[in-house]
């Protein structure tokens, strides 16, 4: 089946008690069991819900995980909290390799949970093969690839990344909140583990927080799914089921967010108020040859550069109405913000500091004509 159709349909089958067509919320925290021990594969919703379950069918089909193959996916409460739970799979003395523009919360998450219990980790410019192969260690577990990068917008060659990472025995985990699988399938291309914040196009209506790991690898997939019962950072079935409906569109959607990033890009790049843009559709960005092989399309982020430094971008994410002030992507609405601020304040003063005056754009699903007049009038 085709991707569309496994949105719709992998682990969806119609209810078997009901006929209902939508998987339920399964608002339960047990199970009654016919006997001590006997239970029809649910006993408690730490372990196993059966609107989680769906929502880890679906999102393990998409990412390209072969039904019955051992791999799958386990859905957490947020991003952070399947970062989390890779995190346990470190041991102090271990090594970690990160992108140095890294989400502020991987960078934090990195820096000050992991690095205060003993894992060493060496930021590095992952679009450059020479730059991780400088930061592998022999103590190196785990090699961090966002692609594309948030908030700069970079891409790494995932295929090279898996290949480096393989040779030095560590396994490479993709950050693929901003692409989804829609537009690029890591495991695919090498990679050992996918991660997700669904917070953003996965859920894609800025209405709920979560979570996923997927991996092909059966016996990853074995030990992420104790931790998630051991650790418990599960979603709710609730948060489950609108993830779930939001898989349901996330193709069309993912379209129209292409489309709409890519006509706002080009306004941008040509407007003389702006001194630069990030997109890695358009033809001069540096990843742009590589986003065009792996991806199925360049995304819905854009980041640039008003002229006039950290103050214009401040009153220029100050004074659009259409795209809203805020935190967070992915939804249908056009979110605006400035990292150095908001989202990326964490990482300010180190060497992953952002560009104070650089501006993200969350490209929705509106009409691109109203987009770009908002930008137009708030560039002033
Ligand atoms: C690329 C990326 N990864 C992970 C996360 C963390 O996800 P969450 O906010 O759902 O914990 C975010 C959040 O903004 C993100 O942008």
């Excluded at 609108?242 to 967010?257: D, I």
């Amino acid at each position: 089946m085709k991707f569309e159709t496994r949105a719709i349909h992998a682990g969806q089958d119609p209810d078997p008690t009901t006929g209902a067509v939508v998987v339920p919320i399964y608002a339960t925290s047990t199970y009654a069991q016919s006997a001590p021990g006997e239970h029809s594969g649910y006993e408690y919703s730490r372990t196993d819900n059966p609107t989680r379950t769906a929502l880890q069918e679906a999102l393990a089909s998409l990412e390209g995980v072969a039904e019955g193959s051992g791999g799958g996916c386990v859905a957490t409460a947020s991003g952070m909290a399947a970062m989390a739970l890779l995190g346990y799979l470190l041991r102090p003395g271990d090594h970690l390799v990160i992108p140095d523009d890294a989400y502020g919360g991987t960078f934090r998450f990195v820096a000050r949970v992991l690095g205060e219990q003993g894992v060493a980790w060496t930021a590095a410019d992952l679009t450059d093969p020479a730059s991780l192969a400088a930061a592998l260690r022999a103590e190196t577990r785990l090699v961090w690839v966002e692609t594309p990068t948030n908030p700069m917008l970079r891409v790494v060659d995932i295929a090279a990344a898996a290949a480096a990472a393989h040779a030095a025995g560590a396994r490479l985990v993709v950050d693929n909140t901003l692409a989804t699988p829609y537009l690029q399938r890591p495991l695919d291309l090498g990679a050992d583990v996918v991660l997700h914040s669904s917070t953003k196009y996965l859920g894609g209506h800025s209405d709920v927080v979560g979570g996923a790991l997927v991996t092909a690898d059966p016996g990853l997939h074995e030990r992420l799914r104790f931790l998630q019962n051991a650790a418990g950072p599960v979603p709710g079935p609730f948060d489950c089921f609108l993830v779930l409906r939001g898989l349901k569109t996330l193709a069309l959607r993912m379209e129209r967010h292409c489309e709409n990033a890519a006509r706002v890009a080009q306004f941008l790049a040509a407007d003389r108020r702006v001194c630069q843009v990030l997109y890695p559709g358009l033809p001069g960005h540096r990843g742009h040859a590589v986003a065009h092989r792996q991806m199925g399309g360049f995304g819905g982020m854009v980041s640039f550069r008003p002229r006039g430094g950290a103050e214009a971008a401040h009153r220029v994410a100050s004074a659009t109405e259409v795209f809203f002030l805020a935190e967070s992507l992915g939804g249908v609405e056009s979110l605006i913000e400035v990292p150095a601020a908001m989202t990326h304040l964490s990482v300010a003063g180190t060497p992953l500091e952002v560009l104070a005056d650089l501006v993200r754009l969350s490209v929705g699903v509106e009409h691109p004509d109203d987009l770009i007049e908002d930008l137009d009038r708030a560039l002033g």
